[in-house]
Structure formats: structure tokens, C-alpha cells
């Protein structure tokens, strides 16, 4: 009786919560041992888009969360090539954002949360198991050109292209509409979801300044050069990008950071 009791609650939890992903992907644990993951340097690829399909998209916001006034999908390729502690790897996200009422002061926010995050090695798998993240190893790769930037994500057999994000560095200044934009997500959170719990990670410029204000407010921590963007994605049914249907890209950059930071650690939280 007892253990059928676990069972009931654990089901109870999924329901209510949300799992961190849909994926099909079976993930196991790491063979190699945790590494408490701290880099140095890193490059970063962000695009937002638009979504066409909303009932789709309402599917993937867990139920302890709430669909935003307007959809909206982010795609980020990260290249952690200068690391203190652990291997370099790269990796993708894939985020959309939500409202979440926070339990403790009934403050609503809005924020990124996970669907899906492919990484290249297994020291990167742990976020997995500690922090609720969606990874699972993929083939990743970040190429860079004179003023263009590209980060593919391959499908299981490593050849296929789950998404390619190409940036195109602009010549000109962000546009009225873009520099608002930024302004308004600047500041948001990502959210996991872990054992029921919700676990909030901080953002870029610690979400005290915009992005077209890292470089200026932060010049030996950032460089950010804005872009336009295209994206290519497979058309296999569970491709979430397929399943959302991505439309417009609203804006997106080029980032580099140099700062030392340890992976891992929610706002609020400490490293485990």
C-alpha cells in the first residue's frame, strides 16, 4: 500500500507540475563523476520569435505556470570554450516564456522556461539531475565568419540539423521597436522545474541592465553586437520549433562574456 501510494503522488506531481521536457529522450546518469562546472569566457548566440501556434504552444506551459499575453520562443547557442573547472562544451536552449505567480510573496513575473537542452558532454548532463534542466547529448557546433554567426544542433545521428541559427552582425543600430523589446526582456528569469519545485536562474548583466547597455555599463565583462537572423529547423513532428511553428524573428546578438561564474547555481540558491 505504501509504495502504491508513492506511485499515486508521484503521478499527482507530474500532472500538476509539468514535466521538464516532452522529449522522448531516455537520459541516464552521467558515468563520470559530478565536476562542479565554473567558466571564464563564453559566446552566446540569442534570437526571439514569434509563435504561430498557440494552441501548441499552451501544451507545453506547465500547469503551475500561465500563458503570457503574447508567445514568444528564444533559441540560444552557447559556446563555454574557457572553462576553470570541467570540460569546454556547447550547448542550445530552447525557451518560452510564461508567467509564474511566486508562491512565497504572490509577486507574478514573467520568464524563460526549458523545453529543451541538447549539450556536448556528460559533465554537462548533471544540470539534468540537479537542477531540472532538459538536457541530453547532441552534436553541436558554433562556426564563426566575418560578421556572421551560425550554431547547429544535430539530431541523434549527428548529421541531421535539428536547428540552424545563423546571425548576420548589422551594420546599423537596433530599431526603435527592437531597443523596447530588448528593454522589456532584458531583465527576465529562467525557470526549471525540479521535484515539484520551481527553481529561478539569474540572466545575463544579473538583470540590472539592459542588453544594449552590458558593453557600455560592463566593458571588460561584455561585448554584444545586434543582428539579423534566420533559422532552419527540421520538419519531423516532435521538433518543438516544427511544433510551435516559429515565425518572425523579433530581434537578435551576439554576445561574448568574460567573467568568472559557477554553473548551477539558482537565484537565491547554492550549487550542489
Known amino acids: 500500500m505504501k509504495f502504491a501510494k508513492k506511485i499515486l503522488i508521484l503521478i499527482l506531481m507530474l500532472l500538476l507540475y509539468g514535466c521538464a521536457t516532452e522529449s522522448e529522450e531516455v537520459v541516464k546518469r ?5 565536476v562542479r562546472l565554473i567558466f571564464l569566457e563564453n559566446e552566446q548566440l540569442f534570437a526571439y520569435f514569434e509563435v504561430e501556434n498557440i494552441q501548441e504552444y499552451k501544451k507545453l506551459v506547465p500547469s503551475i505556470f500561465s500563458m503570457p499575453e503574447k508567445p514568444l520562443c528564444r533559441v540560444v547557442v552557447i559556446d563555454f570554450y574557457k572553462m576553470e573547472s570541467g570540460p569546454p562544451f556547447l550547448e542550445v536552449r530552447i525557451q518560452i516564456l510564461v508567467k509564474y505567480k511566486k508562491p512565497q510573496s504572490g509577486k507574478e513575473i514573467l520568464a524563460w522556461y526549458y523545453i529543451e537542452e541538447p549539450v556536448t558532454t556528460e559533465e554537462a548532463l548533471w544540470g539534468r539531475f540537479y537542477g531540472g534542466f532538459p538536457k ?22 549527428g548529421k541531421t540539423a535539428a536547428l540552424k541559427l545563423t546571425l548576420d552582425i548589422k551594420k546599423t543600430g537596433l530599431t526603435p521597436d527592437e531597443k523596447g523589446f530588448l528593454d522589456f526582456i532584458s531583465p527576465m528569469p529562467a525557470l526549471t522545474i525540479k521535484d515539484g519545485k520551481v527553481l529561478e536562474w539569474g540572466t545575463a548583466g544579473f538583470g540590472k541592465y539592459k542588453v544594449h ?3 557600455k555599463a560592463l ?8 543582428a539579423n537572423c534566420s533559422i532552419d529547423y527540421s520538419k519531423d513532428p516532435k521538433n518543438y520549433l516544427q511544433r510551435l511553428r516559429i515565425g518572425k524573428c523579433i530581434t537578435a546578438y551576439w554576445l561574448k562574456e568574460k567573467l568568472r561564474v559557477q554553473l548551477g547555481v539558482p537565484v ?4 550542489k
Open 30 to 34: 552521467p558515468s563520470t563523476p559530478p
Open 136 to 157: 541530453f547529448l547532441r552534436k553541436i557546433t558554433f562556426e564563426r565568419y566575418e560578421n556572421k554567426y551560425v550554431g547547429t544542433s544535430y539530431g541523434r545521428d
Open 213 to 215: 547597455e552590458f558593453e
Open 219 to 226: 566593458p571588460r565583462v561584455y561585448q554584444v553586437r545586434f
Open 268 to 271: 537565491g540558491g547554492s550549487h
